[in-house]
């Protein structure tokens, strides 16, 4: 049992916590433990700290709380023992099928958000591709930050396509979510204005590195591209929509999240590709994370 008799959350944060600690790191195992109590009892943590200080563990509770802890300890991602995680205001269904949203991707949607393209003209009118879209956090958060976007999101998971469409529903926008392969389409000069990915960037020789609740349940398609090639999947999206949009005083943005290892790299590609204003962003961390470029009018 994880559990002491006492069952008031306060006692109950304390044992999960403590049975956490074989597995994680001190700050992530409270992190885990308050995450864990606001679920079971529909609560915020300040409600819980502050508002509801007595409120109690059931007996039901704590069996669920026993189950979610032997998953944790196999290191199983808590998002997708819960099947839904918040993230940048949104409550989003995760699964599998789909990566865990995280922060630097939350930082992308910040960037576009303050980018030249999206002031203009108050962005009336942008057409938005979301390439390699998975759970369809960007294009829900693009779609819920600038209602007026006509934006679009592409996967070539069926199963992600249909977990995107549930959370443009659980979230009530409208995006059009198409299940598509970048590397079978011959599609010219597209309509869009703004394109942005976030496509798998870890190299397969990261692996040994990595922690085993990405590396044993996240989908391996969504996160690893072969070390011949680290910049296969962004050539291919730069590659397609190299050409200026029709239309005067039109430029297309381009942005992605990156592999930190290969910011310079990607940079003379878009380079040679025509792409212009090519700046690399850190995230919250000083790594390089984000590329964001134009195509010239």
């Known amino acids: 049992m994880f559990f002491s008799k006492m069952s008031t959350v306060k006692y109950q944060i304390s044992n999960l916590q403590s049975a956490l600690l074989a597995a994680y790191p001190e700050d992530e ?12 009892t529909g609560k915020s943590r300040t409600e819980l700290q502050f508002g509801c200080k007595d409120t109690t563990f059931s007996p039901i509770m704590q069996e669920k709380s ?21 993230w940048c205001g949104l409550d989003l269904l995760v699964t599998p099928a789909t990566l865990i949203p995280r922060p630097e991707t939350a930082e992308l949607v910040e960037r576009i958000n303050n980018s030249l393209p999206c002031r203009e003209g108050s962005g009336l009118g942008l057409h938005v591709l979301d390439v390699g879209t ?13 209602p007026s976007w006509s934006v679009t999101g592409i996967d070539i998971s069926p199963e992600a396509i249909a977990i995107a469409r549930e ?28 394109v942005v990915s976030n496509p798998p960037y870890i190299c397969e020789s990261e692996k040994s590195s990595m922690r085993p609740n990405v590396l044993n349940f996240e989908p391996s398609s969504a996160l690893f591209v072969p070390d011949s090639d680290p910049l296969l999947f962004y050539r291919r999206i730069a590659e397609l929509f190299s050409l200026p949009l029709k239309g005067k005083g039109r430029e297309r943005g381009l942005f992605f999240e990156i592999n930190e290892a290969y910011g310079e790299e990607l940079k003379q590609l878009l380079d040679s590709l025509g792409y212009t204003d090519i700046q690399i962003h850190k995230d919250i961390y000083g790594k390089d994370r984000i590329i964001e470029a134009r195509m010239a009018r």
């Open 29 to 40: 195992a409270r992190s885990l433990a308050w995450w864990i109590a606001e679920e079971l």
């Open 134 to 146: 998975g759970s369809g956090c960007i294009a829900i958060a693009l779609k819920k930050a600038h």
């Open 66 to 86: 026993q189950e979610i802890i032997t998953r944790l300890l196999h290191f199983e991602p808590i998002q997708y023992i819960f099947g839904h995680t918040l």
């Open 167 to 194: 959370n443009a529903r659980r979230n009530n926008v409208e995006v059009n979510f198409q299940v598509a392969d970048i590397f079978d389409s011959n599609e010219e000069n597209p309509k869009y204005d703004l």
